[in-house]
């Protein structure tokens, strides 16, 4: 059965007024369907901890720009240089100021500050890692927020809730990683082709990736994973026979900044 | 007794006049930010906080300062102080009242304010710098204002207000303590990653705020009937003087872990506001202003002859209000986001939206502090009349 829009607000209006709330509104009009639409898909995929290996044996530039372009697409990021009408365009300058980004691309010394050494494979000062939110395992960004808009899941992913946040700043000030980016603008004018299916954001709240939660809950891969050729590879990190625990078991790995405490769980093959 | 704020010679309006005229502008241009969003200052991606905060944190050690005034008063009788605790006092309502405008205009989402008190989160330093900050607001309006109308009425102050008095006292540092935390504490930023900042926050404070006090102090003598005396001018002097002493001699402590450790995460940031990084650093002269006034202000400070000279000491006391505020206020926020995580540079100023808005939180401020000003002085010549 479905609710007409106009039923709901009414009877939600009037079990408010008896304190009973909306899901009342529900529970009259169509007796536990609420629940069941809040019960967990059978197909999602589950996790204890989640982790990503980004095996860069396998990651070629197109590789890495089809993961980016893959994840900014179904996640509505916008793209300043690339406004929807002409008169919008937005000067080099302030384009890098107010970039948003989930997933990009950094060289080996910006990757790993610290970590470069002289007279080093030069392979690897060609590379293009891949960067992304390192879904923590003690995530500074969740302990400095002042309202829980970011927060860690049972399953290590660490959300971000846009419509609580409030615009502090804090946990990008925090993140050692610069994985967030903040909505300096409305970044509705910069989406050429709208996911109908994802929200867009407005202005003055923080985001970023979230290992695309909204997708593993259907059942299916982060985006990233999906286009990647195998390069990217999430999976269960507590689960012994896991493919990322495969992965981890059979190279060496490194990850970025592990010596701050913050428990990154993106690991690199190099 | 407020209807005293309201009455006054044309000069106090036309001071009136000229903040309201500044808030207006800051307000109307506040509007603009509201519309577009916060990218019409000069924050980025990798420089996320600004000017705003910067300010926010001067100011809290302007409004710590207070407690300089009221320690010596109550706790070791220093009965001189009773002459100016009020404008201590007040000053510290006006600072503490831009602090927290200051945070408001830098939320990209103020309409969400109050998500903070709806979902108290103790494991964020920024939940408990807002109860820090309005407890201290709301201390010293009670003591300042219950001391000055029993001063009034000429009758000694209701026993009530005693422990608020006592419990603002350590409640002054913790206001700029918890305000350090907030850096102190985070991983991957060098510059802030240091337990010295409390300290150096506090003793930065003691310089300024009293510095502030002084300047304020004189001008009260020079443009009304009421004189806050010279003995309390002086004292405040040697409060500045050690402070500032103080202050200096924790920096280069600073200096000294970061460059004997030669570690580079912590070396880039100062690297870059002092000497510049990549052909980039636009702060580099101010930050030598700053610390080469404000070392040899100190060492000027010492000197007895010039602090009893009240112009010498006004205008040293100047100098401690610049320099440090070119500490805190420029240099500390920007200086700990770059370099940013990726040791890349991207430099910040505010834009002229950016300058106005602040301007007119600093007409606020300055507004409160008039009127208040204007009420304490009021009563102040009405008992000696």
């Not at chain 2, 300089?68 to 201590?88: C, N, T």
């Not at chain 2, 920024?126 to 009034?152: H, K, P, S």
Request: glycine content about 8%.
């Amino acid at each position: 059965m479905s609710i007409s829009r106009r039923d709901f607000l009414r009877i939600a209006g009037f079990s408010t007024l008896f304190g009973l709330g909306a899901k009342a509104a529900f529970e009259m009009l169509a007796p536990g369907e609420l629940e069941a639409k809040l019960a967990p898909n059978p197909k999602a995929l589950t996790a204890q901890r989640w982790a990503m290996v980004v095996d860069m044996r396998k990651l070629d530039d197109q590789t890495a720009q089809r993961c980016i372009e893959a994840c900014h697409r179904i996640h509505n990021v916008p793209d300043f240089g690339n406004p929807v009408n002409p008169e919008d365009q937005v000067n080099p300058q302030d384009q890098n100021r107010w970039e948003i980004k989930w997933l990009w691309k950094e060289k080996f010394e910006h990757a790993f500050p610290g970590q470069e050494q002289p007279y080093v494979a030069e392979r690897l000062h060609k590379l293009n890692f891949l960067l992304l939110c390192n879904h923590c395992n003690n995530p500074p960004c969740v302990r400095v927020c002042p309202t829980k808009a970011t927060w860690k899941r049972e399953d290590g992913v660490v959300m971000m809730d846009q419509h609580r946040c409030i615009g502090c700043r804090y946990c990008m000030a925090a993140c050692p990683y610069g994985a967030r980016s903040f909505n300096w603008r409305n970044p509705r004018p910069f989406i050429k082709n709208e996911n109908q299916t994802y929200p867009t954001r407005e202005i003055g709240v923080v985001e970023k990736c979230t290992l695309c939660a909204e997708r593993l809950a259907k059942g299916q891969l982060p985006a990233c994973v999906e286009v990647s050729n195998g390069a990217l590879t999430v999976g269960d990190l507590n689960d012994a026979k896991s493919k990322v625990r495969e992965l981890l078991r059979a190279n060496f790995t490194i990850r970025r900044k592990p010596q701050l405490g913050s428990n990154p769980q993106v690991y690199y093959i190099v | 007794m407020f209807e005293k704020a309201l009455v006054g010679t044309k000069r106090y309006y036309g001071v009136l006049g000229f903040l309201l005229l500044l808030i207006g502008i800051g307000f109307f241009i506040y509007l603009k930010q509201l519309d577009f969003g916060l990218g019409i200052t000069g924050m980025s991606r990798d420089v996320s906080w600004g000017f705003y905060i910067a300010q926010f944190t001067y100011l809290v050690g302007v409004a710590a300062s207070a407690v300089m005034v009221v320690l010596p008063l109550y706790l070791h009788d220093y009965k001189a102080f009773g002459r100016i605790a009020i404008l201590g006092e007040f000053l510290a309502v006006a600072a503490v009242t831009m602090c927290i405008l200051f945070i408001v205009v830098d939320l990209g989402k103020p309409s969400r304010l109050f998500n903070v008190l709806l979902h108290p989160t103790p494991n964020s330093v920024l939940f408990w710098d807002m109860i820090v900050l309005n407890g201290y607001l709301l201390l010293n309006l009670i003591c300042g204002w219950t001391v000055l109308q029993a001063e009034r009425n000429e009758v000694p102050p209701p026993k009530w207000v005693k422990p608020f008095i006592y419990i603002a006292i350590p409640w002054a540092p913790s206001i700029h303590t918890v305000t350090a935390f907030l850096y102190a504490g985070l991983p991957g930023r060098g510059y802030w990653l240091t337990a010295i900042m409390a300290p150096r926050f506090l003793s930065s404070a003691f310089a300024a705020g009293p510095a502030l006090l002084v300047l304020l102090c004189l001008l009260v003598r020079k443009y009304t009937k009421f004189d806050p005396g010279r003995e309390q001018i002086q004292t405040l002097g040697k409060i500045v003087t050690y402070a500032i002493l103080i202050n200096v001699f924790f920096f280069f402590c600073e200096i000294f872990t970061v460059f004997y450790s030669q570690i580079p995460d912590h070396m880039m940031h100062f690297k870059y506001l002092f000497a510049g990084l990549e052909g980039k650093g636009q702060l580099v002269p101010w930050m030598w202003v700053s610390i080469v006034g404000m070392t040899l202000t100190a060492i000027f400070l010492v000197i007895p002859s010039v602090r009893k000279n009240e112009n010498t000491l006004a205008l040293a006391c100047g100098l401690v209000v610049i320099t440090t505020w070119i500490d805190k206020g420029l240099g500390l926020i920007t200086g700990g986001f770059v370099p940013n995580p990726f040791d890349t540079i991207t430099e910040y100023w505010p834009t002229i939206p950016e300058a106005f808005i602040t301007l007119g939180v600093w007409a606020v401020g300055f507004l409160i502090l008039t009127m208040l000003y204007k009420v304490a002085v009021s009563v102040k010549e009405e008992i000696r009349a």
